[in-house]
């Protein structure tokens, strides 16, 4: 993932936990627990958190298809060592 890309989640991921925390002030402390969308990257405010959403559960799959047949990184190139 290039740098920008990266810096761009982090300032996300920090605007997010911004957000998160003034509603934790704002709410009565006896609430244990918040509501989902049931998409992180919506509750997070990303602009595409559909696509985004669906990336996530692509490289799922890709992973867990990785582990399933145990490929090396050597396998998963196609190289032969």
Known sequence: ??????????????AAS????????SHDRRITGEMTSGNVFADLGFDNSEEE????????????????RRLTQAKRLGCSL
């Open 1 to 14: 993932m290039p740098k920008c890309e990266i810096d761009l989640v982090k300032a996300r991921l920090k």
């Open 18 to 25: 911004r957000k998160l925390s003034e509603r934790k002030q």
């Open 53 to 68: 959403l669906r990336k996530a559960k692509l490289a799922r799959e890709i992973r867990a298809v990785i582990i399933r």
